[in-house]
C-alpha cells in the first residue's frame, strides 16, 4: 500500500462563481477570460483573479491539452500495479522514476486492489517491452501484481456536478488511444507547440511564438491545423477535488457477452451522471474504467448500486481505487524530441509482461491568465 499519502491543503470555499468559472474551464481551457466573463456575469478582470486563485490553491492540477496520440503513431496502455515488500522511500523512488520517464503520461497513487495508476505510450509492442523490462529490472521485485490494458477510446466528460444541472449538449470528441488507424506526420514546429500546449493549455500565442521565434499569427495557424487534424481534441481541467472537498474514485469493470447495444447503454449511463467525468474502453483483464468527483461516500454507493442492478446481466466483477495523489498528467510526454513518424505500422499486441502473481492482498497559468 501507498505510505506517502496525499496531505491535503486547507480546502478552499467555492462560491457559484468559482463553480461556474471552473464549468467554463472545463469546457474549453483556452477560451479569454473576457469570454468567461460575459457568461458567468463577471469582469474579465475579476475572472482573470479567481482563475489565479483556484490555480494558486490547487484546486486546478492542470489546464490539459487532450491529444488523439494513436495520430501520432502510440498505443496507450493503462497499467496497474499493486506493491510488496516495499518502504516509503522505495515507493517514493518509484513514483519519482515514472513520472520523470518520457514515455508515461499519468502518474497517479491510489488505495484500494492498487497502489499505482499509470499510462505508458509506446508505438509497438517491441517498445512496450523495452520500456516495461526496464521497469522490471529496477524494481520487479517490488511489484505483486501488474495488469496491463489497452486503452481504446477514452472519454472526458464534462463536470456538471461544478453547477449541480447538465448544461453540456454536446459530447466532446472521443480520444483514440490504440485504435484509430491513421497517423500525421508533424514537422519540428509543430512538435514544440505540442510540447508547450501539453504542459498548459492556456499559455498564450504570443508566449508560444516567443519560444519557438515564430509569430503568433503563425503559431495560431498551426494550432487551428493540429485542431482540424484531430491531433488536438479538447482544452479542459484537470482538478484536484480534494481541495474541493470530493474525494477522486476510479471503478475499474469487468463484463461479460458484452455486445454493442449493452456497451452502449453503459457508456450512456456514464455520460449522464453528473459525477462521472471520464469513460475508458479497455483490453485486458478490465473491459471499462470511470473516473469520479465524490463529496459523499454514499453517493458512491448509489452509484455502484445503480451500475451492479442495471447492469447485472453483463457485469461480472468491479473493483474501486481512491486516487490518493496525480504526480504526473502530461499527453505529450516526450517532449518535441524523437519522434520518427516514418513508419506507420502500430502493434496492438500486449507484448511481454512480467510474471503475473496472484498474491494474497489487501482488500482492497495559462500564463497569462
Known amino acids: 500500500m501507498v505510505k506517502n499519502i496525499y496531505i491535503k491543503e486547507k480546502q478552499l470555499n467555492l462560491d457559484k462563481k468559482d463553480r461556474q468559472i471552473l464549468y467554463e474551464l472545463d469546457l474549453d481551457a483556452r477560451q479569454p477570460a473576457s469570454r468567461v466573463a460575459k457568461k458567468v456575469g463577471l469582469s474579465p478582470e475579476g475572472v482573470n483573479y479567481r482563475i489565479k486563485k483556484l490555480a494558486g490553491s490547487g484546486v486546478i492540477f492542470k489546464f490539459m491539452t487532450i491529444m488523439d496520440t494513436a495520430k501520432l503513431g502510440y498505443t496507450t496502455y493503462k497499467v496497474f500495479f499493486r506493491f510488496q515488500n516495499t518502504t516509503i522511500e522505495i515507493e517514493e523512488e518509484i513514483i519519482r522514476y515514472l513520472t520523470e520517464h518520457k514515455y508515461i503520461q499519468y502518474v497517479s497513487t491510489s488505495e484500494g486492489m492498487f497502489d499505482l495508476n499509470i499510462n505508458f505510450m509506446a508505438r509497438s509492442a517491441e517498445e512496450l517491452d523495452t520500456i516495461l523490462s526496464e521497469l522490471n529490472a529496477r524494481y520487479g521485485q517490488y511489484f505483486a501484481e501488474c495488469d496491463l490494458n489497452i486503452m481504446v477510446k477514452t472519454h472526458f466528460f464534462c463536470r456538471d456536478y461544478l453547477v449541480a444541472e447538465n448544461r453540456a449538449s454536446g459530447l466532446r470528441k472521443p480520444v483514440y488511444s490504440g485504435s484509430n488507424p491513421d497517423t500525421v506526420e508533424l514537422d519540428g514546429e509543430d512538435e514544440k507547440i505540442l510540447a508547450i500546449l501539453a504542459k498548459n493549455a492556456r499559455v498564450s500565442l504570443a508566449n508560444i511564438a516567443g519560444r519557438i521565434g515564430m509569430s503568433p499569427d503563425a503559431v495560431g495557424a498551426r494550432i487551428k491545423k493540429l485542431e482540424v487534424a484531430g491531433i488536438i481534441q479538447n482544452y479542459i481541467l484537470f482538478l484536484n477535488p480534494e481541495q474541493m472537498g470530493y474525494s477522486f474514485y476510479t471503478i475499474l469493470l469487468r463484463f461479460r457477452n458484452l455486445d454493442a447495444e ?5 457508456f450512456q449511463f456514464c455520460r449522464q451522471n453528473p459525477n462521472i467525468w471520464f469513460y475508458t474502453k479497455l483490453l485486458g483483464p478490465w473491459n471499462a474504467a470511470v473516473n469520479l468527483d465524490i463529496a459523499e461516500h454514499n453517493t458512491l454507493k448509489e452509484i455502484v448500486m445503480i451500475i451492479k442492478r442495471e447492469f447485472s446481466d453483463i457485469l461480472s466483477g468491479y473493483s474501486i481505487m481512491l486516487s490518493v495523489k496525480r504526480d504526473k498528467f502530461d499527453q505529450y510526454p516526450m517532449g518535441a524530441q524523437g519522434l520518427p513518424f516514418a513508419s506507420k505500422k502500430r502493434a496492438f499486441s500486449l507484448g511481454l509482461l512480467f ?15
Not at 262 to 266: A, I, L
Not at 355 to 369: A, D, S
Open 355 to 369: 510474471p503475473r502473481k496472484r498474491t494474497p492482498g489487501k482488500k482492497k497559468g495559462r500564463e497569462n491568465v
Open 262 to 266: 449493452n456497451e452502449g447503454k453503459f
